[in-house]
């Protein structure tokens, strides 16, 4: 007979004995059907499972991770979870490692060498399975000497030929020369030739690869390397705000903008409208990431689609393989492709 739910519900914890009991097989099969440690039949694991769910068998984590030497916790460093481009990765992230009984662990470094290590230190010392980190901020050597050897994945960071045959480090980039190409030439198409580039963060391989297409381009047109517009903007709405200002002091016959992240795009926008410009009329605007406000703003950013919800689930994906979750599916990266909204308009 099986315990009844007021005999469940006195009870703080449902035994795997009860659990085999109820199945009718050995303490051995339940172990193997709940810690996938071997196979069991397509019959006994059903009962288990069955058994499981009628007596609501809960697992004791901390008994299972003193058995299997893992946490089933992954950490999730990121370099600024205000800006939403981070949050939806994080979110692709954390829905992946939940489909897998897995938690994670989210950090949020400020793109800062010495907060990050802060948090390398304490999600260490909290025996995490792996890392994830976005934008590394210190150097992989100092990464491994906290996390050497667990597992690591990257997620926009500078290829390191020196650890593709190291299976602990696992990378995920996307092509940022192409979706920057795919910037300048809509830029180019509507007639566009004075365009100044508002860049990112250097230290980032993504922003790098970027401001690097957007030279290579222009000189392509036929601009000389003197004749570039590029000013920094943080990767922040204040960044490319003050950005703007400046290009519209110094070089005030541009008529197109290549923003490496929308923030930054929205704010040129804004500095555009404060000098009494329009946009699109006098100055066109393309950003990078299509985060949410871009549909929001006035006018809608066009921009550069990064899939960043896949991203993020597929930096977890890589993780959980690398532990030996078997069942993981790698999901699909799309590639970068353009938005067209408002904010970009041919040249009259």
Do not use: W
């Amino acid at each position: 007979m099986g315990m009844s739910v007021q005999e469940k519900e006195g009870r703080t914890q449902v035994t795997i004995r009860e659990i085999a009991k109820e199945a009718g097989v050995s303490l051995g099969t339940v172990s193997h059907v709940l810690n996938r440690t071997a196979s069991v039949s397509e019959e006994k694991s059903r009962a288990v499972l069955e058994a499981v769910k009628k007596l609501g068998y809960k697992p004791n984590q901390a008994a299972r991770m003193l058995k299997n030497k893992n946490s089933k916790t992954i950490g999730l460093l990121l370099p600024d979870i205000g800006n939403p481009f981070y949050a939806e990765l994080a979110r692709g992230a954390e829905d992946m490692a939940n489909s897998h009984e897995y938690t994670v662990l989210v950090c949020n470094n400020d793109r800062n060498p010495e907060k990050e290590e802060r948090y390398l230190s304490t999600l260490a010392n909290k025996q995490v399975d792996g890392i994830i980190v976005v934008k590394l901020a210190n150097s992989v050597e100092k990464l491994k000497q906290y996390f050497a050897p667990k597992q690591i994945v990257l997620i926009d960071s500078e290829e390191l030929p020196c650890e593709r045959e190291n299976s602990q480090i696992q990378m995920v980039n996307l092509n940022e020369r192409e979706g920057a190409s795919i910037a300048m030439n809509y830029l180019y198409h509507n007639g566009h030739r004075n365009i100044a580039h508002i860049a990112g963060l250097l230290e980032s391989n993504s922003s790098r690869e970027r401001k690097r297409e957007y030279c290579d381009f222009m000189k392509r047109i036929g601009v000389s390397e003197e004749q570039l517009v590029i000013e920094n903007g943080t990767y922040s709405y204040y960044g490319g705000y003050q950005a703007m200002k400046t290009i519209l002091n110094r070089n005030p016959e541009v008529t197109g903008v290549f923003a490496a992240n929308d923030l930054m795009g929205m704010g040129a926008m804004q500095a555009i409208q404060d000098s009494g410009r329009r946009v699109p009329e006098d100055i066109s605007v393309i950003g990078y990431d299509d985060i949410e406000p871009t549909e929001y703003c006035t006018p809608k950013l066009t921009t550069i689609r990064q899939p960043k919800y896949e991203m993020g689930q597929y930096g977890m994906a890589l993780a959980l393989k690398a532990l030996g979750e078997d069942q993981v599916t790698l999901p699909l990266l799309p590639r970068n492709f353009l938005i067209v909204r408002q904010s970009v308009q041919r040249k009259r």
